[in-house]
């Protein structure tokens, strides 16, 4: 996650460095993004997310007392799978969960393909990077707010120590899920936004965009990292995130519907309007 940040400082400062040799046709631009503004502000937020992420490492584990109490039967039927899985394959689905998350990272990359959103390649990487940015601070400030004791933390199995490290209480939600949700339903939306001409084919792309989650909430359950509850919010505000933020820049062509507009100059903010047919 953390190299995957820094990369995207990287294009941001590439960007920063040589706009001046950059032009954009604003008559098929699709997005509206005040760079001025989100520039900094995503570099922020994703400036919160590594200082999170390090604070959240060092969130104490459960006490010696309390980790002997916990019992699967305290668990909630719908999620109590999750603390008899086999602890033997815990670490390879660990790891298989962590390939499945970088993989679904990188994997807006093929927009680069398309040569229209290859064209407006830093708006629409300043929108994913705000997307992932926006989904991690919500996931730290959740995580830190709320301890949910992992299902390994219920298996008889597992030894006493891992209960008692920390992070072992990040259970709720899963931000591996929310992560690939991010991404996959960006991709899908931002495609779908480049062609329109799709129409509800699209809709096959969201479907789609549904498989790197679930694969790496599959994974993080048989790791007994998450219950079913975590996996399904994860995915579910991962891909709420990834949707809107583009959404919420798209240029309104027919004038009708919801838009949000930054802006800059006497004032800074957000302008949002809903304009009718």
């Given at each position: 996650?953390?190299?995957?940040?820094?990369?995207?400082?990287?294009?941001?400062?590439?960007?920063?460095?040589?706009?001046?040799?950059?032009?954009?046709?604003?008559?098929?631009?699709?997005?509206?993004?005040?760079?001025?503004?989100?520039?900094?502000?995503?570099?922020?937020?994703?400036?919160?997310?590594?200082?999170?992420?390090?604070?959240?490492?060092?969130?104490?584990?459960?006490?010696?007392?309390?980790?002997?109490?916990?019992?699967?039967?305290?668990?909630?039927?719908?999620?109590?799978?999750?603390?008899?899985?086999?602890?033997?394959?815990?670490?390879?689905?660990?790891?298989?969960?962590?390939?499945?998350?970088?993989?679904?990272?990188?994997?807006?990359?093929?927009?680069?393909?398309?040569?229209?959103?290859?064209?407006?390649?830093?708006?629409?990487?300043?929108?994913?990077?705000?997307?992932h940015a926006i989904s991690t601070d919500f996931y730290i400030l959740n995580a830190s707010l709320i301890s949910r004791a992992r299902p390994f933390n219920y298996n008889s199995g597992i030894p006493i120590e891992e209960k008692m490290a920390n992070e072992s209480q990040n259970s709720f939600f899963s931000g591996h899920v929310s992560t690939a949700a991010t991404a996959s339903f960006f991709m899908a939306k931002?495609?779908?936004?480049?062609?329109?001409?799709?129409?509800?084919?699209?809709?096959?792309?969201?479907?789609?965009?549904?498989?790197?989650?679930?694969?790496?909430?599959?994974?993080?359950?048989?790791?007994?990292?998450?219950?079913?509850?975590?996996?399904?919010?994860?995915?579910?505000?991962?891909?709420?995130?990834?949707?809107?933020?583009?959404?919420?820049?798209?240029?309104?062509?027919?004038?009708?519907?919801?838009?949000?507009?930054?802006?800059?100059?006497?004032?800074?903010?957000?302008?949002?309007?809903?304009?009718?047919?």
């Amino acid at each position: 996650m953390r190299l995957i940040i820094f990369i995207i400082l990287v294009f941001i400062f590439i960007h920063l460095t040589f706009a001046g040799f950059s032009q954009y046709s604003r008559e098929t631009e699709v997005y509206k993004v005040n760079r001025k503004v989100e520039t900094p502000g995503t570099v922020a937020l994703l400036g919160v997310s590594v200082w999170g992420f390090n604070h959240l490492s060092e969130k104490p584990g459960l006490s010696y007392e309390e980790a002997i109490q916990l019992s699967p039967n305290d668990v909630w039927w719908f999620d109590r799978p999750a603390t008899r899985q086999d602890p033997s394959f815990r670490m390879k689905a660990q790891n298989n969960s962590d390939i499945l998350l970088n993989s679904s990272v990188i994997l807006p990359g093929l927009l680069a393909l398309d040569r229209q959103i290859r064209h407006d390649w830093f708006d629409v990487l300043l929108l994913y990077g705000e997307s992932h940015a926006i989904s991690t601070d919500f996931y730290i400030l959740n995580a830190s707010l709320i301890s949910r004791a992992r299902p390994f933390n219920y298996n008889s199995g597992i030894p006493i120590e891992e209960k008692m490290a920390n992070e072992s209480q990040n259970s709720f939600f899963s931000g591996h899920v929310s992560t690939a949700a991010t991404a996959s339903f960006f991709m899908a939306k931002v495609y779908s936004d480049y062609h329109p001409e799709l129409g509800n084919k699209k809709y096959w792309l969201f479907a789609a965009a549904l498989i790197p989650p679930s694969m790496v909430g599959y994974y993080r359950f048989r790791a007994m990292k998450h219950f079913p509850t975590d996996i399904m919010t994860g995915c579910a505000i991962g891909a709420a995130t990834g949707i809107l933020i583009p959404h919420f820049h798209k240029i309104n062509r027919k004038n009708t519907g919801l838009t949000f507009v930054p802006f800059t100059g006497t004032y800074t903010g957000v302008k949002i309007s809903y304009l009718m047919k």
